[in-house]
Structures are given as structure tokens and as C-alpha cells.
């Protein structure tokens, strides 16, 4: 009988009654169910950094394949790791009605028996959802809070920071991610400490912004990354107060290191983000002289060499061993990077007097 176009609607059981969990999963994640990669963590994750294997498939009560990940309690359904694959979000209507018409695609079932459409679908569906795909997805954070203990002390202690204001200790984070159902993100351990650094409001999404320190963590760390956010934020700008002289920096823990030499002084929200305009307006108001203290590799001497051009600021480097402001107190101490920032400070008060415009009296 010939098919004159007219298809039932593509859903997620119109999917299931002819294509299984098992060959979904197969197909997009690459790693085949088998009686190994069930119930033992015998897959790597695509996902971050996973030198030990630390993921499987499982089914549960109700019979549904899904992927685990042992280590950031990750859990996914077949549906899910389509997504995932895709870079979009399956919560949406939109990104679900994205992945059903890709798993059809690609088994060639629905419409998708005639390769025409296969290739209209390929010019429009991947036009109308790339925007879609770039899309950041809204994450939001719930955080309980625990008291500084004799090894927080000790870490800080190291850069000279016996002020914790603007430092939270973290015990438990709790994560959403667009609207979702909080899910576990982390615990504390003496082995897997967290910092937390608090943005404010962000007054156009409502959400609290967070910016989480792991120091402990290394480089394709198992456990995760060093640094999680949910926005976009100078680090501690709450907290300086109108002086002769301000420290912009890369890390919200050297600022802290300026502020134990009596400094004022914030962080960028990340090495690689510049200030807007309406934030470096506001701290050259505050500070007559403001230094930008970053590091010296390229991302940081791409970011000074904007900075210099684009607002005239002084910038700084550390050289040798100590990479930042933490470091240099660590191995030195607090009044040598006092020092430093004096000794800058000076020099600009020499060109100040040496390039003053002279007053000519004509009488």
C-alpha cells in the first residue's frame, strides 16, 4: 500500500515500540549493554574526565535502561544521552521533540524512510534548534554551610588570610538545572574540601549567584572540576570600600591575600572574562589607583594586554615560582607583597607630578 505522508505522531512510545533502550544507547553513547557494563563500573564517562572507570547501565524497578555515573551521581535514560549528545536539554518540549526526530533519523523509521527527509530534516531541524543547542541552561544552587576548622585555618593561613569575610565553608551543595528537582552535587570531606564565594542576585534570571572552590582537586580530577559557577561575577565587589589604591585580580583567594595586607580588593570572574564597562567605570571611581594582577601565562597576559589598552590600568605579573599573590605570601611574606604594591604605586605618582600640565599666569 503506498504512504501518501500521512504519519501517526512521533512519541517516545512510538519510538520504544520499534527501536529497543539497549540499541539507542548502543548507537549514541557507543558502549554496547552487556552482561559486564551492567551493575559494575566498566565505562568511562564521556562526559568529563575518567581515567578510572566509574559508570554503568542498570535497570530499574520499572525496567528502564539508564547510565550512572558513580562519581557525580549522573543519571540518564536512553532519551537523556541523545540530549546529551546533541548539547541540548531533553526537559524541553522543544529539545525532546529534537531528540525523538533524531533517533528516528537515524534508524530510518517514521519518516524518515524516505532520505529526502532525512535531508530536509538535516537543513531545517539542525537551523532551527543550533540556537537552542548554545542555549545555557539555568542552574541554580542550595548550599548548607559549615563552621572554618583547623585545616580551613591552616590552608588560608598560607597566604595570610585569618579574615574570612566573603569566604563560605562549604558542607553540602544541592544543584538544579532548568527548573529541575534538586539533585545531590556535593559533600564535604577533610579530602575534598569546598569554598564558596557569593555573587548576589542575579536580578534578571532570580537566581543566587554561586562561584565554588575545590583547592584540594587536580587538573582531570575524578571527583570533578576545580571551579563550578552559575554566572558571571566580579568576586567580592560587595565588599570594597572607596581607597587610594585597589587590587583587581584573577581569583577571589589572592584577593583575599591583598586584603590581609590592608588592601581593597576583588576578582575577576574568571581569568578569561573582562569586566563590562559599567564595572571598570565604577571600580576607577573607587580606586584612584587601580592594579590588575593576573597570571603569567597566555590567557592572563591576553587579559592584561586589553585592560592596559582599553582603560589605561597598570598590570602586574609574578614571576618564577610564585604564580600569585597566595604563593608569593606563602613563600615569602605578607610585607614583600606589600612592597610590590607600593613601590607601583609610587612610580605612578611619579609620572603623575612629571606629566602634570603646567598653570601659566599671562598677567
Known amino acids: 500500500m503506498k504512504n501518501f505522508g500521512i504519519y501517526p505522531k512521533l512519541t517516545k512510545d512510538y519510538i520504544l515500540k520499534r527501536i529497543s533502550q539497549e540499541e539507542i544507547m548502543d548507537t549514541f553513547y557507543g558502549v554496547p549493554v552487556t552482561r559486564e557494563t551492567l551493575c559494575s563500573n566498566s565505562i568511562n564517562s564521556k562526559y568529563r574526565v575518567d581515567n578510572n572507570p566509574s559508570c554503568n547501565y542498570y535497570y530499574n524497578i520499572n525496567g528502564k535502561l539508564r547510565f550512572k555515573d558513580q562519581t557525580t551521581r549522573d543519571n540518564y535514560d536512553c532519551f537523556d544521552i541523545v540530549a546529551k549528545e546533541l548539547g541540548i536539554s ?19 523509521i517514521h519518516k524518515y524512510v524516505d532520505y529526502n527527509e532525512v535531508l530536509k530534516y538535516e537543513r531545517s531541524f539542525n ?46 551543595i544541592m544543584v538544579s538545572y532548568d527548573n529541575q528537582p ?64 585597589g587590587v583587581l585580580t584573577k581569583a577571589f583567594k589572592d584577593a583575599k591575600v591583598f586584603n590581609a595586607v590592608g588592601l581593597q580588593s576583588l576578582a575577576l570572574s574568571a581569568e578569561g572574562i573582562p569586566p563590562t564597562e559599567d564595572e571598570m567605570f565604577y571600580l576607577m571611581n573607587t580606586f584612584d589607583f587601580l592594579i590588575v594582577v593576573l597570571d603569567l601565562d597566555d590567557t592572563g597576559r591576553r587579559m592584561a594586554r586589553y585592560l592596559r589598552r582599553k582603560y589605561r590600568v597598570t598590570t602586574y605579573f609574578f614571576l618564577d615560582e610564585d604564580k600569585d599573590a597566595y604563593a608569593f605570601v606563602d613563600s ?32
Not at 564565594?197 to 534570571?205: I, L, S
Open 182 to 245: 534538586y539533585k545531590w552535587f556535593y559533600e564535604y570531606s577533610p579530602k575534598d574540601v569546598c569554598y564558596g564565594y557569593y555573587g548576589g542576585k542575579d536580578k534578571k534570571r532570580h537566581i543566587n549567584l554561586w562561584k565554588f572552590y575545590f583547592p584540594i582537586r587536580i587538573k582531570g580530577d575524578t571527583r570533578g572540576q576545580r571551579f563550578y559557577t552559575n554566572g558571571s561575577f566580579l568576586q567580592g565587589l560587595q565588599y570594597i570600600q572607596p581607597a587610594r589604591i
Open 90 to 108: 531533553s526537559n524541553s518540549k522543544q529539545g525532546f521533540i529534537r531528540v525523538l526526530n533524531e533517533i528516528a533519523k537515524s534508524f530510518r
Open 127 to 172: 537551523k532551527q534548534y543550533k540556537k537552542l543547542k548554545k542555549t545555557k541552561r539555568l542552574v541554580q544552587y542550595k548550599v548548607i554551610l559549615r563552621n572554618p576548622n583547623y585545616h580551613d585555618k591552616a590552608y588560608w593561613k598560607k597566604g595570610g588570610v585569618t579574615n574570612f569575610k566573603g569566604i563560605f565553608f562549604i558542607q553540602h
Open 332 to 363: 615569602k611574606d605578607k610585607q614583600a607583597l606589600k612592597n610590590i604594591v607600593q613601590s607601583l604605586y609610587d612610580t605612578y605618582k611619579e609620572d603623575i607630578i612629571k606629566y602634570e600640565p603646567k598653570i601659566i599666569n599671562f598677567q
